[in-house]
């Protein structure tokens, strides 16, 4: 388990991530869901199915990344802080930042999936391969 600022309080969180195995694993008990943090553009390309789409960010431009200043409420308007459910975006990146802030509010079962959609898209555990 890794730490990571949050970038609401700046204070380091722990963040629990799972390779695409695990993932695949905590998908498939039913017991988890999964919160995809790309932007609607991608996640409507592909995602996990049953996942719930809440951008981290809301563009992404030359000049800079927009964050999403309402993305803790609408994980929570979606969740309750003890959930279980996986934080993924395309490679890993962004879940990792989403997932530490959802930890700073209060989240408590929530996990990084490492590599993001991507890697469990490669991963021979994922339901289409």
Same mark, same amino acid.
């Given at each position: ?71 803790? &409420?609408? *994980? %929570? $308007? ?9 934080? #993924?975006?395309? !490679?890993?990146?962004? @879940?990792?930042?989403?997932?530490? &802030?959802? *930890? %700073? $509010? ?9 590599? #993001?959609?991507? !890697?469990?898209?490669? @991963? ?6």
């Amino acid at each position: 388990m890794g730490s990571l600022r949050s970038s609401g309080s700046g204070a380091a969180v722990p963040v629990e991530s799972v390779d695409p195995e695990a993932a695949c694993a905590l998908l498939a008990s039913g017991q988890y869901g999964y919160v995809d943090v790309r932007m609607w553009e991608d996640f409507d390309k592909g995602h996990v199915a049953g996942a719930r789409n809440v951008p981290y960010y809301l563009s992404v431009t030359p000049h800079g990344k927009e964050h999403n200043p309402h993305f803790v &409420d609408q *994980v %929570a $308007a979606l969740h309750a802080k003890e959930d279980r459910f996986l934080v #993924g975006c395309r !490679s890993g990146i962004r @879940s990792r930042l989403a997932t530490a &802030d959802l *930890v %700073a $509010a209060g989240f408590t079962s929530v996990k990084n999936l490492e590599g #993001g959609y991507l !890697s469990l898209l490669k @991963s021979a555990s994922y339901p289409d391969n």
